[in-house]
């Protein structure tokens, strides 16, 4: 029997209602569709093989041929046209039935959820580093070759977002770092592990992260002439809440290089009992104790001495949820369809490692 037509497992086309009835939703390609009116204008072709005289013309069916398999190559070759969809959920299938195929894999979430649109929010742009942080250390090998690519489109974006409006390049400095020290031992046992595309793909991209880290290395912060009202202005009980906001310590430390009255209210030992205990449980800062030497506990020490052995609490403006009634994985801010009852019972936020446990078969 021959086959014809689709591959009757896959789930089809996806459709959306709108006014006019339903219609079909096409795949998402920016850089393909500005180059697609060039390509598909081509109606004639002349190949030169040597001489004017020995020219061959095609015809117009040939042409069309031709300029699908340009049109083919284009989408390929380029990794800015790569097709991934812009949507703001996912259902998140774990078996296989007749109506869907196979499982919901981590490279497929991270395609179709919408990440690259994410970092420009600045509520998600914590989540999403974290998110490729983790995929960095254990899960990059995982992932399909197109999720790898979108991967490193991401991340490329994330840079010269860092570049241009220098927002938190700590943070992107830790994920180059732990990024590259996994390409190295991937490159090393290319013949033990699986790395999708030819070995000098990834040695240029271990390259282009090794550029990335000397750019954010001499990286100057722009110093913003504002006649107006400072930081430095306002009154001490103000800048001390402040710092009682900040949830790591490495910002309460670096925004108390800014002024010495900053410093001095950086360095309270209080605003570090609070971190230490926001952070940590009693048991574990218990069987670290360290005093300072006038005997009293230095719960600065003790909050860098216990990050390296207990997680730190995570804090996000705005993550990725799940919804347990519809299995969707979705933006709380855009919602989902869902078909509960009562929505807001179902939902459960998702941290970055969730997101990871949740493709884990």
């Not at 009992?273 to 009293?296: D, M, N």
Request: charged fraction near 25%.
């Amino acid at each position: 029997m021959p086959f014809l037509g689709q591959d009757w497992r896959s789930p089809g086309w996806r459709w959306v209602k709108t006014e006019d009835g339903w219609k079909r939703c096409e795949l998402f390609s920016p850089a393909l569709e500005d180059g697609s009116n060039q390509l598909n204008d081509i109606s004639h072709a002349v190949i030169i093989t040597g001489d004017e005289e020995d020219e061959e013309i095609y015809s117009t069916e040939d042409c069309e041929f031709a300029a699908k398999k340009r049109k083919k190559d284009h989408f390929r070759n380029n990794t800015d046209s790569q097709c991934f969809y812009r949507e703001k959920w996912i259902y998140v299938h774990k078996e296989s039935t007749r109506e869907r195929h196979g499982y919901c894999t981590l490279g497929e979430a991270f395609n179709r959820l919408d990440f690259s649109s994410a970092i420009q929010d600045i509520r998600r742009f914590n989540y999403v580093v974290k998110l490729l942080q983790l995929i960095a250390k254990s899960q990059l090998t995982s992932l399909s070759g197109a999720a790898q690519k979108n991967y490193f489109n991401i991340l490329d974006k994330i840079v010269r977002k860092v570049m241009e409006d220098q927002y938190n390049p700590r943070l992107i400095k830790d994920l180059l770092q732990d990024l590259s020290s996994t390409l190295r031992i991937l490159i090393r046992g290319v013949g033990k592990s699986v790395l999708v595309g030819n070995i000098n793909i990834w040695i240029c991209r271990l390259e282009t992260i090794l550029l990335w880290q000397q750019q954010l290395k001499n990286l100057q912060m722009n110093k913003q002439v504002n006649n107006g009202l400072t930081l430095s202005d306002l009154p001490v009980h103000m800048l001390n809440n402040i710092l009682y906001r900040f949830s790591d310590g490495w910002d309460i430390i670096t925004l108390g290089q800014v002024t010495p009255t900053l410093y001095m209210l950086s360095e309270d030992r209080q605003l570090w009992k609070k971190l230490c205990q926001y952070h940590f449980a009693e048991k574990q800062f218990c069987r670290h104790l360290i005093p300072s030497e006038k005997g009293h506990i230095d719960w600065k020490l003790m909050y860098f001495a216990l990050q390296k052995y207990y997680p730190i609490k995570e804090q996000y403006g705005d993550t990725l949820h799940f919804c347990r009634h519809c299995s969707i994985l979705f933006w709380k801010d855009t919602g989902h369809p869902c078909t509960a009852s009562d929505p807001n019972t179902c939902l459960m936020p998702v941290s970055p490692q969730h997101f990871i446990d949740l493709f884990k078969f």
